[in-house]
């Protein structure tokens, strides 16, 4: 069985700041873990992925997200925050040819 | 990256017609293809896998008479809502599954808007 759990449906940063978006997963398998970013009435970007590489995933727009399986998480972070961030991000986990999405984080950046 | 396009990206149509919304794998063939729903603010929702020339797997408590899936060519999956409802307004997308060796990816098309009067 898998699952993923995003701890924080909202989070909110200042422009400049650093980001943190929680994500924890668990999975009978192997997991390959993503995270894809949604702007309003958008489809959905990729960000970064994790398929048992590497465990520091570096992706597109400065975002980066460490696969810790002692701690099954996959968080991602960007060192500092833009307008353009603002969206909606999810934490997807597939295993075993099954797609898990996290409920979603909403990302807000204040000016 | 792979490409996947949606057609149409918005549609409106009136209560008890149906609608067809195309998936289509531009640079790649694809086995298997996938459709979600997700409602506003929410999250995707599995609705469907979609496998080439064969029935598509329904997930649990989504209506296979009412959501009609094809997927008739390795780069063409078609959705179907049949008898459209205001309660079946939502975004859907699809996604087409990539295997390279033991790793499959999926890639997702941009999403159809459907609004039903």
Not at chain 1, 42 to 65: D, M, R
Not at chain 1, 93 to 103: E, S
Not at chain 2, 44 to 64: D, H, I, P
Request: glycine residues 6%; proline residues 4%.
């Amino acid at each position: 069985a898998q699952s993923v759990t995003q701890l924080d449906s909202h989070v909110s940063v200042s422009e400049g700041t650093p980001v943190l978006l929680r994500c924890n997963y668990s999975s009978s398998y192997s997991p390959s873990l993503f995270w894809y970013v949604q702007h309003p009435n958008k489809g959905l970007q990729l960000l970064l992925k994790y398929t048992s590489a590497a465990t520091l995933v570096k992706g597109i727009n400065g975002f980066e997200a460490e696969f810790k399986k002692s701690e099954t998480s996959f968080h991602l972070t960007k060192p500092s925050a833009h307008m353009s961030d603002a969206a909606e991000y999810f934490c997807v986990v597939t295993g075993g040819f099954k797609t898990i999405f996290g409920a979603g984080t909403r990302l807000f950046v204040k000016a | 990256g792979a490409v996947v396009s949606q057609h149409p990206s918005r549609v409106i149509c009136k209560s008890g017609t149906s609608v067809k919304i195309e998936c289509r794998s531009l640079d790649f063939q694809a086995t298997t293809m996938f459709w979600y729903r997700q409602f506003p603010k929410k999250s995707l929702m599995l609705m469907a896998t979609s496998n080439e020339g064969s029935k598509a797997t329904y997930e649990q408590g989504v209506e296979k008479d009412k959501f009609l899936i094809n997927h008739a060519s390795l780069t063409l999956s078609t959705l179907t809502v049949t008898s459209a409802h205001p309660e079946d307004s939502s975004f859907y997308i699809c996604s087409a599954s990539r295997v390279a060796g033991d790793q499959h990816e999926q890639f997702f098309g941009p999403g159809t808007r459907l609004t039903v009067l």
